[in-house]
């Protein structure tokens, strides 16, 4: 006996609506949120959702190579869905997050060339960040 599960039920098992809306929130803006934040803007639609509901889908969005992790900023673990090359700066002051698009990415390509054949290697990727102060918080300091 043959059993045809098909690509529609595999699909269907790994489909989760919370995941979902946890994926569109990080999608859709532009902010970097963290759990903390996710969690209160998918609480509206899901209010039975749980912290650790959020942080389990988190970590399989992430797993699966539909968001990143941009690393623990201002103490807590920031996501980006934006998986386009594309490198970031973050403020030291306030925390904030700012893709750095692509009209720089001219130089990062001459930067993976370079550390190719300084190290005889091949760069798949690389995650390039910039620190400092923002225009907001310098702003704030002028004051």
């Known amino acids: 006996m043959i059993i045809n599960f098909g690509v529609a039920n595999i699909m269907r098992t790994n489909y989760s609506p919370k995941r979902e809306a946890i994926y569109e929130i990080i999608a859709s803006t532009k902010v970097h949120p963290d759990a903390e934040r996710i969690y209160s ?9 749980s ?23 201002k103490g807590c673990e920031r996501f980006d869905a934006d998986m386009s090359p594309h490198s970031h700066f973050i403020c030291n002051t306030c925390g904030r997050v700012i893709d750095v698009g692509d009209l ?13 054949k300084e190290l005889c290697v091949e760069v798949e990727s690389h995650d390039l960040v ?3 102060i923002c ?3 310098n702003a704030d300091d002028r004051s």
Do not use: A, M, W
């Open 135 to 137: 225009g907001s918080c």
């Open 51 to 73: 912290l650790g509901t959020v942080y389990r889908n988190l970590v399989h969005l992430r797993n699966s190579g539909k968001i990143k992790s941009l690393g623990v900023i």
């Open 130 to 132: 910039f620190y400092g």
């Open 41 to 49: 803007e998918v609480k509206k639609t899901y209010p039975e959702i």
């Open 104 to 116: 720089f990415s001219i130089y990062t390509q001459r930067l993976d060339k370079i550390v190719e």
